[in-house]
């Protein structure tokens, strides 16, 4: 097929466009920078404007795309809440809107867990129903909105199905596993109630495989959301422990209480938003919110079993794998 991704500068969208070439698909590909996927033809633009969308499916003397990939988002932790809208919400139905005028026939609508997760304990569940109104800060609710725009699509002319990857990590990712060496570089990662949540995580090759799968199964598995994990959940603690020994920096030890936690984190988004202290502080993500203290601090695993059948999948690397691969990235040439 012909089949256009969206956000294939992005950690997931390189390694989902790498498979898609990889499966003998041609790809294109949307995003304001080049996505730098060998074998791709880089359309560069915003999903939120018509026109390069348009352009994008359209392409050229190749043909119309026939399926679409839609990953493109605005994802933090505490931004400019019209920019969520903006991007996740308009951006999604920019893409469905041009996507049904020009004959797609499979929409696969990346989507996200927190679209469900209403600060309770996620324990065993498959995909919860997605809830804008109980969703948990700015990215989740608007991304719960454009999931549920996207299945509303849902027709025999163009199936849609949603693909919900749980905390993708891997080397290379500069959004979490970066982030968490740096902190824990410098002493700055708590552990919340001794980091016993229980929780799902999916390595990198093993999300983008699932996203593929349900493009090849939109036919029988359209109309529904899917979670997809590595189905092997482990405690925060030893998540985190795992991730710093293989960059060689010393796992976090320090415990505070998860309710002090989530209080200091909506402390620190308030702060956050006040004038420039975003940009004093080199314009990075806040070291805390109320959302990120309550993924810490909360279960959130998930039942494979709904997933792996409709999309006739199942994930190849391993948790203890993907920590052996992200310490041969951080391994100097010269030792290996």
Known sequence: MIVLVTGASGFLGRAVAAELVAAGHEVRTLQRRPSRVAGVTDVLGSITDPARVALAIAGDSSGSAEAVVHLA??????????????????????????????????FVQVSSPS??????????????????????????????????????????????????????????????????????RRGRVPLLSGGRALIDTTYVDNAASAIVAALHRADAAHGKAYVVTNGEPRPVADLLAGICLAAGVRPPHLSVPAALGRAAGSLVERIWALPGVAARAGGDEPPMTRFLAEQLSTAHWFDQRETRAALDWAPTVSIDEGLRRLAAHYTPPSAR
Request: hydrophobic share 40%; charged share 30%; net charge neutral.
């Open 73 to 106: 988002a605005k994802v933090s932790l505490a931004r400019d809440p019209d920019d969520f809208r903006r991007v996740n919400v308009e951006g999604t139905r920019t893409m469905l809107d041009a996507a049904e005028q020009a004959g797609v026939s499979r």
């Open 115 to 184: 679209v469900a997760h209403t600060g309770s304990s996620l324990a065993g569940v498959g995909a919860e129903p997605a809830s804008p109104e109980h969703a948990r800060g700015d990215y989740a609710r608007t991304k719960a909105e454009a999931e549920l725009l996207a299945l509303a699509r849902d027709s025999a002319a163009m199936r849609v199905l949603a693909v919900r990857p749980h905390i993708v990590w891997g080397p290379g990712d500069t959004q979490l596993i970066e982030r968490i060496v740096e902190r824990a």
